[in-house]
């Protein structure tokens, strides 16, 4: 008989549909894992988003108020799916209620937010996840074990970034991202904040940095409250106001094992639609991934070759849960499938009582960098990562 698991999910748009989704399809997909996730409540402040999950999704109660979602019996995982603005609240209240929980990234609206959150999170002894999703590509998780069996040689060098496309429309709405007293920076933490994830997650931990900001879209025509997503677009005359946190962020960056790197995020550039990519050389190889191209890996192992250059390996059941998805090669996957991926890992973790990673300390690891970026646009400077972590005694 699979063990249920009592699920909580608050806030209902794009994310908290996926996140829905994925744990519907967890017993669909990997029923060797005898998990069975129960979707207990839902709670959002749009009354239709509740009906929808309600009637669409099968959750058994829906609520306006999270307060109550948090305290309810049955729910024992709380998945935070609401703005960042509230991540910090919502986390702490299911820290305090000895919830487990997720948060989706970046976990918190300020780096200072995170580490709040981890604290109250590690003093409670709650199983923590953050949404840093794309460890989760069958793909990537190859490279990482590439690496670990030294294939590559020592690193030398990487190259990350995340160029999305959800910016570029200079009639897309204002919508909360955009702002920084709702979101807190732009794609530092929107999607720079995955770039640094993925850096961190397979080439360790970064030491110093030096970079830059710029906002290039600085008006865009305000939104009716309560409706729209930030692919939504107004029309051209529409009252506009004023963008507040970066569209780009650029950085420099140093590794702890010496590799050196460069790191690059962008909402509003044109060209790529959601280029979340990476390449990496080391002494013996290199490797090239790109989110777009999601199931094609370009690898570079002179010594195992029969020829010189890089050659496209494409995913498929030899890689890492991709056989449970579709059976063969060159079958793709998409960016559902690696939520569902994530859901199950970490209700793995949850069943088994043990540390989930990408956690809170990694999306705390994750800010500790953001923040010296940040202070990198101040000082002009390079700036040393220092850990924003709270000691028990400090607290
Ligand atoms: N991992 C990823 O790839 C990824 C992708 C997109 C978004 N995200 C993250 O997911 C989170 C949500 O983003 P989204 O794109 O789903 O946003 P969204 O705007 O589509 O959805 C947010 C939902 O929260 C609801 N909400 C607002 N205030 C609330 C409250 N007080 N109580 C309950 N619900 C409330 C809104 O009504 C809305 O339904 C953000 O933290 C974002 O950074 C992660």
Redesign the pocket.
């Known amino acids: 008989m699979p063990s249920s698991i009592g699920i909580g999910i608050?806030?209902?748009?794009?994310?908290?549909q996926a996140h829905a989704r994925s744990y519907l399809s967890i017993p669909k997909y990997f029923p060797e894992a005898g998990i069975a996730p129960r979707l207990v409540a839902v709670?959002?402040?749009?009354p239709e988003?509740i009906d929808l999950a309600v009637q669409n999704f099968g959750f058994e109660s829906g609520m306006t108020d999270?307060r109550a979602l948090v305290e309810h019996e049955e729910i024992y995982v709380i998945d935070i799916?609401?703005?960042?603005t509230?991540?910090q609240e919502l986390a702490e209240a299911a820290a305090a209620a000895g919830k487990h929980i997720f948060c989706?990234?970046?976990v918190g609206i300020v780096p200072q937010a995170t580490a709040s959150m981890e604290l109250a999170a590690r003093k409670a002894q709650v199983i923590t996840g953050a949404?840093y999703?794309y460890r989760w590509v069958p793909l990537v998780q190859y490279i990482r074990r590439l690496i670990e069996e030294g294939r590559f040689g020592e690193l030398t060098h990487y190259r990350g970034r995340f160029f999305s496309m959800y910016g570029r429309d200079r009639l897309g709405l204002l919508s909360?991202r955009f702002l920084q007293e709702e979101a807190g920076f732009g794609v530092l933490s929107?999607i720079m904040s995955h770039a640094i994830d993925m850096a961190q997650y397979l080439c360790g931990p970064i030491t110093r940095v030096v970079s830059v900001k710029e906002i290039f879209v600085k008006e865009r025509p305000l939104p009716t409250p309560g409706e729209g997503?930030?692919y939504q677009r107004g029309k051209p005359g529409d009252p506009t106001g004023r963008v507040t946190n970066e569209d780009y962020v650029g950085a420099l960056v140093e590794f702890a094992n010496g590799v050196r790197g460069t790191l690059e995020a962008d909402r509003s550039i044109f060209g790529p639609q959601s280029s979340m990519a990476l390449e990496l050389n080391g002494s013996k190889g290199a490797a090239s991934w790109d989110h777009e191209k999601l199931n094609q890996l370009q690898l570079y192992l002179p010594e195992e070759q029969p020829v010189d250059g890089f050659i496209e390996v494409l995913a498929g059941d030899a890689f890492p849960h991709q056989g449970n998805f579709v059976p063969g090669g060159g079958n793709s996957l998409g960016f559902e499938d690696v939520k569902i991926i994530e859901a199950l890992e970490f209700l793995k973790s949850i069943e088994a009582g043990r540390r989930f990673r990408p956690d809170f300390g990694d999306a705390l690891a994750t800010g500790s960098v953001a923040a010296a970026m940040a202070r990198s646009w101040e000082t002009e400077r390079w700036e040393d990562v220092v850990s924003l972590r709270i000691d028990e005694s400090e607290a």
């Open positions: 608050i806030g209902f748009g794009w994310m908290g709670a959002d402040t749009l988003r999270w799916t609401a703005p960042n509230l991540h989706e990234k970046p949404g999703n909360w929107d997503t930030h």
